[in-house]
């Protein structure tokens, strides 16, 4: 994903209201985010959600994204509202950093702006979303041996590190975490190497993921 930092770790084990987090490592201090980045995160935080569907079914989709369906949306909201991203708004102010605002129909309410140029916000964010939600199904889609191999190595380890997700993310064996040891006792265990696939997917509208923050984060939660 262009721009977006390194997986760290991803656990399957809850942590407070999450039921998993992937940690990123950022790579070098992060003072303000590029445009590029910051859809990079959007379509990452559509991650988790996406996952489930594609492996369980869309009819076993989980509550478990709502932080994620949240930070992404406020993201993109921001995007357009402060911080110019906007092609047909333009880089101007439509919310100030504080307001509790969440799509056009409440910022024109707030702001007493014209339903017109609430009407744009609300398709510009929706845009937003509805591309980066597009890009992640299809990457997801176009990597679904390495994503079966990340949810068989969960199941069988709970936590993995770097050095695991680079054998997924390079299609080879995946190792046992330092440490491991299985219910035997034994510090191995078998996973499937994933066998390249290719597929795509149509567009259509519609990923720590979960984060308590509008800006990029460092972690997040699925």
Not at 42 to 54: F, W
Not at 99 to 117: I, N, P, W, Y
Request: without cysteine.
């Amino acid at each position: 994903m262009p721009e977006h930092d390194p997986v760290h770790k991803v656990t399957i084990i809850p942590r407070g209201r999450a039921l998993g987090v992937t940690f990123f490592l950022p790579e070098g201090d992060q003072i303000s985010a590029s445009r590029q980045k910051l859809e990079s995160q959007i379509s990452t935080l559509y991650g988790g959600r996406l996952a489930e569907e594609i492996i369980y079914g869309p009819e076993h989709v989980s509550t478990g994204a709502s932080n994620d369906i949240k930070v992404a949306t406020n993201i993109a909201r921001n995007m357009v509202t402060q911080w110019g991203f906007s092609e047909k708004l333009g880089p101007l102010l439509y919310a100030d950093e504080d307001g509790e605002v969440f799509l056009g129909r409440s910022v024109a309410k707030a702001q007493h702006m014209s339903d017109e140029t609430a009407r744009t916000i609300d398709e510009e964010i929706k845009a937003i979303i509805d591309r980066n939600y597009t890009r992640a199904r299809q990457i997801l889609m176009d990597n679904l041996d390495i994503l079966h191999s990340m949810k068989d190595a969960l199941m069988t380890y709970e936590t993995i590190d770097a050095p695991q997700i680079d054998d997924l993310m390079n299609r080879r064996e995946v190792r046992p975490p330092a440490g491991w040891e299985g219910n035997n006792g034994n510090s191995g265990a078998n996973t499937a190497t994933a066998q390249p696939t290719q597929t795509h997917v149509t567009n259509e509208p519609n990923n720590k993921s979960g984060s308590e923050s509008d800006t990029p984060s460092d972690n997040n939660t699925h």
